[in-house]
T-cell receptor, first 116, second 118 residues
Framework: AQSVTQLGSHVSVSEGALVLLRCNYS??????LFWYVQYPNQGLQLLLK??????LVKGINGFEAEFKKSETSFHLTKPSAHMSDAAEYFC??????????????FGTGTKLQVIP | EAGVAQSPRYKIIEKRQSVAFWCNPI?????LYWYQQILGQGPKLLIQ????????DSQLPKDRFSAERLKGVDSTLKIQPAKLEDSAVYLC????????????????FGPGTRLTVL
């Protein structure tokens, strides 16, 4: 069974500061990993994904994440926070061995607050 | 390209009443998902369709929830009767590609339907 743990349900950073959102996964096989962002009253939108190519993945809006197998982690970072980054972020894992169909398990989410 | 459409956006009902949600995925997307997102939690998969067939409904409370995807395009999710704990946002998502291709594709989400059960 696959699962995702996101440490910290709320994270606050100052505008211009480093953003670090933590995600650890559990999977019996090398997984596919995703970060989605959800703005208020909207659906989720993909930020980036890891599919076993490069371990450092770059996404939209200046975000990136590094896959570390030894730590079973896929933390999301951004060097400099912007006010528009305030949203809820979800880490998700997909088992690639699940018959080719995508079955994603989402974490509980981290709400990012950016302080001016 | 039009996104995933959902309606209604908001619904308030009394417990024991029935409610239905509608989803129209992105044209050509074979896979469709319904998720339940309770406040403070991540989306939880309810049911997954591949065209008009069910791939996974293991987490769907079948005594009260039902879903269909006629003709492999749009889909409806129904709750009958509703309970207080069904208050949540119901998200629909679609994904391009067929079996064997879809494990790593991006899911495209609709805006969701916020259900309040009183």
């Amino acid at each position: 069974a696959q699962s995702v743990t996101q440490l910290g349900s709320h994270v606050s950073v100052s505008e211009g500061a480093l953003v670090l959102l933590r995600c650890n996964y559990s999977s019996s096989v090398p997984p596919y990993l995703f970060w989605y962002v959800q703005y208020p009253n909207q659906g989720l939108q993909l930020l980036l994904k890891y599919t076993s190519a490069a371990t450092l993945v770059k996404g939209i809006n200046g975000f990136e994440a590094e896959f570390k197998k030894s730590e079973t982690s896929f933390h999301l970072t951004k060097p400099s926070a912007h006010m528009s980054d305030a949203a809820e972020y979800f880490c998700a894992v997909s088992d690639p061995a699940w018959g080719g169909y995508q079955k994603v398990t989402f974490g509980t989410g981290t709400k990012l607050q950016v302080i001016p | 390209e039009a996104g995933v459409a959902q309606s209604p956006r908001y619904k308030i009902i009394e417990k024991r009443q029935s409610v239905a949600f509608w989803c129209n995925p992105i044209s050509g997307h074979a896979t469709l998902y319904w998720y339940q997102q309770i406040l403070g939690q991540g989306p939880k998969l309810l049911i997954q369709f591949q065209n008009n067939g069910v791939v996974d409904d293991s987490q769907l409370p079948k005594d009260r929830f039902s879903a269909e995807r006629l003709k492999g395009v749009d889909s409806t999710l129904k709750i009958q009767p509703a309970k207080l704990e069904d208050s949540a946002v119901y998200l629909c998502a679609s994904l391009p590609g067929l079996a064997g291709e879809g494990s790593y594709n991006e899911q495209f989400f609709g805006p969701g339907t916020r259900l309040t059960v009183l």
